[in-house]
T-cell receptor, first 114, second 110 residues
């Protein structure tokens, strides 16, 4: 086990609704990244948080937003859900101490928008 | 051109076969490289880091070719349990953000 936990594991929402996904990072890790993985595709980077600040953002619209808390856990919020937002959402934690630091993933939240 | 490209496969091989995957990256400033394995409907898990000199872990060998900007993964003596998607991951020196390829699917059959 990686020590990274995500909740919920599965979620069904209606188009136009809002959703909040949660991630608890591995102990000692100060960096959390969020990814969206559509079926048959690799994970696409959404954004990264380092010590409660956004540290980089991928090509996702502003309705995707996030937070990191003092204990380094994190939330991903998506407003005005669209059908194409249906995907596996992965959270990865790492320790920002060098480029060789690997990321450890949670089991993901599978979001279905209907 | 995508930042990280992989042949999606699937690679369909018999048990015991040797199989190789390649991954190309576009950013010449990339500094760290990894291979992750992802089982169906599961999260990606680190398989191995890729070092400049090449590295081996049991049946798995990873190599880096900076001049041609590609990394490779060689799996010898394939097992049924090796069936999974193999994701190539690249990270640039100025960023701690890893970029994933779309993955290469491997199916090992009896």
């Amino acid at each position: 086990e990686t020590g990274v936990t995500q909740s919920p594991t599965h979620l069904i929402k209606t188009r136009g609704q809002q959703v909040t996904l949660r991630c608890s990072s591995q102990s000692g890790h100060n960096t959390v990244s969020w990814y969206q993985q559509a079926l048959g595709q690799g994970p696409q980077f959404i954004f990264q948080y380092y010590r409660e600040e956004e540290n980089g953002r991928g090509n996702f619209p502003p309705r995707f937003s996030g937070l990191q808390f003092p204990n380094y856990s994190s939330e991903l919020n998506v407003n005005a859900l669209e059908l194409d937002d249906s995907a596996l959402y992965l959270c990865a934690s790492s320790q920002k101490q060098g480029v060789r630091t690997e990321a450890f993933f949670g089991q993901g939240t599978r979001l279905t928008v209907v | 051109r995508k930042e990280v490209e992989q042949d999606p496969g699937p690679f369909n091989v018999p048990e015991g076969a040797t199989v190789a995957f390649n991954c190309t990256y576009s950013n010449s400033a990339s500094q760290s490289f990894f291979w992750y394995r992802q089982d169906c409907r599961k999260e990606p898990k680190l398989l191995m880091s890729v070092y400049s000199s090449g590295n081996e872990d049991g049946r798995f060998t990873a190599q880096l070719n900076r001049a041609s900007q590609y990394i490779s993964l060689l799996i010898r003596d394939s097992k049924l349990s090796d069936s999974a998607t193999y994701l190539c991951v690249v990270r640039s020196g100025g960023s701690y953000i890893p970029t994933f390829g779309r993955g290469t699917s491997l199916i090992v059959h009896p």
